[in-house]
């Protein structure tokens, strides 16, 4: 990673104080996930002073940054181990992790390439001769055994590959144009 979490910190409080997402509730569960699991972080004197609801949240929020800072670099770990269990979309939109997002090696790391909408993977000639089957079938049964020699015939083969329903179709058909 390069950068210490303190230096993180640094870097990311602009955006913190920002963003608007980190409203009352959730910068007080992030004091209180400090307070109860690392008290030695964020003793309960403290955790009252940054709960303390006639200050506005930014504020508060900036001077719980400042505090962190100034306790070290497990302090600021520990910020953003909870950041990422309350509030993951702003964990994952902060500027060191986009940095870090971005700057990984693409050999090392492979991206998830960006999925397509494919069909089928067969291409377009497969398309087009499948096309051309249904066209000379459909051509086949509108023009009958008036214009075309051996229509009805034409169909009885063409029922062999086909499912047991079309199968059964198209058999009826060729022995209906035989009989009249």
């Not at 309960?44 to 800072?69: C, Y």
């Not at 087009?128 to 509108?142: D, I, K, N, P």
Request: charged residues 25%; aromatic residues 12%; glycine residues 6%.
């Amino acid at each position: 990673m390069g950068d210490s979490f303190q230096e993180q910190l640094i870097e990311d409080s602009a955006f913190l104080k920002a963003d608007r997402r980190l409203d009352t509730e959730l910068v007080d569960k992030l004091i209180l996930q400090l307070n109860r699991i690392y008290p030695q972080i964020l003793t309960d004197k403290e955790a009252t002073k940054f709960r303390n609801l006639d200050v506005p949240t930014s504020f508060r929020l900036g001077e719980l940054l400042t505090h962190l800072q100034g306790k070290g670099e497990e302090a600021c770990k520990e910020f953003y181990r909870a950041l990422h269990l309350h509030v993951e979309e702003v964990y994952y939109s902060l500027p060191t992790r986009l940095r870090l997002r971005d700057s990984l090696d693409p050999f090392t790391y492979p991206r998830a390439p960006k999925q397509r909408y494919v069909l089928n993977d067969k291409g377009p000639l497969f398309f087009l001769g499948c096309f051309s089957v249904a066209v000379g079938m459909a051509l086949l049964y509108y023009y009958g055994e008036a214009k075309v020699t051996g229509g009805s015939r034409a169909l009885g083969m063409a029922a062999l590959g086909l499912k047991k329903k079309a199968q059964e179709v198209l058999i009826w058909y060729t022995e209906e144009s035989l009989m009249s």
